[in-house]
């Protein structure tokens, strides 16, 4: 086969993309499907290990089709991949940071060698269109790139103090901590898993990943990518399970010096909590996700605004923590905006995320698909439904995107976190009134803004009380940050740090500050 040409990928140069992604993905479509059925190992010490246990990775867009077969793993399991981490710890510790950021560079430039296949497979696993999942791998790369890139701009973390005199040398020393879990969610399976797991090892930490169960193939592919670029056996290791099995022992053992979590918000306060309760204070780096507002003003541009607001509502079918959720538009603007609004969601093909006529695929799992159901009779009965409310024909959890009107403000699922193709819409008279609704959440990870009035967007990047700030931004009014572009980070409830992924701050979290002095 003839090399393929190299194709930059991210969220902006996806919406123009080179003609020949689509062929590169469609054969690599052919290509994941041919090899799906096999057995998934564990991979604990650098050795594969297959238990007694296995559960099926069913694909979301169609039921039939069985992706592969992964280890349901056992609390052994968990301990042993912490204890090959523990082992592994001093030699990767002890490792030039320079060598560990060839190591990772190395396995950041594998998973853009492997973009078509991991984008194909993370399509059926996870039901993403063909766009999104190869922005999701390419991410995944970039991320890793900017963690190294910000290790080699710093010289390691080594920067030197103030000293009293010649004869004493004074200096701040960034170490790392140890064992570093991450658990991943499904819905950025590439980026959500190798992102963290990235920083944490070019910070010097090892590493046990514990994706989500909807997404272990992806999370398998991303092994491969680090043991392939050399990262020593024990310094990545990679277990599948339940979060009640695995993912709770993991958490509960005392050798685990810190740990990455993206998903839900009880469970990341769960998490916070319970590290706040040992011996002594362990770091957790938590994004707990969003009710992510949109405020359009009397002065927006409604062509941006409705096409913001459907990619950021409907994209990857409103499951990302940054969708956009909720809208407040001026009521003098609020007919023509909902026209506009409804004419682009009409357009929106829904169906199998492999063909590239299709932009929506189907939810997650039957227990989206269920609560796509329940919520609708919800705001079907207590609102009135413009467009969608109704589940799709199909042997996959197909729903319709749904837009939401005179749903009234004191209901609970304007505050309430769906992780559906949902968007509730609601007037406003003063932008003073919008701004309260939109803060008046445990929320705060992104939030987006139209108007072309210059003072009122200073007053709302002043007052809005979020992370992750759009403003007039067409191609999605709450979502598509990407490493180094747009820092990734809540505010409240969505985030335990204050500190973005993606921006100057991150890295440093996976690592302790040390002053040492040294006198002559």
Known sequence: MSEKKKIKVTYSTLASPDPLLHQYYDEAVIEAKA????????????????????????????????????????????????????????????????????????????ISDRLFYMAAVMSMEIGKNRLEALGDVEETADLIRYNCDAMEKNEGYVRPLLSESDRHHNRSVLKPYGVWVVISPFNFPGALAGGPSGAALVAGNTVILK??????????????????????????????GSGRVVGQTLLDDPEVDGVTFTGSYDVGMHILRQFAQGKYPRPVIAEMGGKNPVIISKSADLDKAALGVMRSAFGLQGQKCS????????????????????????????GDPTDKANW??????????????????????????????????GNGYYVAPTIVDDLPLDHPLWKEEMFLPIV?????????????????????????????????????????????????????????????Y???????????????????????QYMHEQSQTIVD
């Open 486 to 508: 747009q820092s990734f980070g809540g505010w409240k409830g969505s985030g335990s740090t204050g500190k973005a992924a993606g921006s100057f701050y991150y890295l440093p």
């Open 424 to 484: 509730t819409i609601a007037p406003f008279e003063k932008l003073e009134e919008a701004m309260s609704w939109a803060n008046d959440v445990d929320y705060g990870l992104t939030a987006g803004f139209f108007s072309e009035d210059d003072e009122e967007i200073q007053w709302w990047l002043d007052n809005i009380e979020a992370g992750v700030l759009y403003v007039n931004r067409a191609s999605g009014a709450t979502t598509g940050a990407w490493p180094g």
């Open 211 to 240: 994706p989500a169960t909807d997404t272990p193939y992806t999370a398998w592919l991303l092994a491969e990518c680090f043991r392939d670029a050399g990262v020593p056996d024990g310094v990545f290791n990679y277990v599948t």
């Open 360 to 393: 929506m695929g189907p939810v997650a799992n039957k227990g989206a698909y269920e609560d796509y159901q329940r919520y609708v009779a919800d705001l079907r009965e207590h609102g009135r439904i413009v467009y969608g409310g109704e589940t799709l024909p």
């Open 35 to 110: 090899g799906f059925g096999k057995t998934f190992p564990l991979l604990i010490g650098g050795e594969e290990r297959f238990g007694e246990k296995t559960f099926a990775k069913i694909s979301p867009i169609d039921t039939d089709m069985v992706m592969g077969y992964f280890q349901y793993g056992s609390e052994q399991d968990a301990h042993d991949a912490i204890a090959a981490a523990r082992a592994a710890f001093p030699g990767w510790r002890d490792t030039p940071w320079q060598e560990r950021v060839a190591i990772l560079r190395q396995a950041a430039d594998l």
């Open 323 to 350: 969708a956009a959720s909720r809208v407040y538009v001026h009521q003098d603007v609020k007919d023509p905006f909902m026209e506009k609004l409804l004419g682009l969601t009409e357009q929106i093909n829904v």
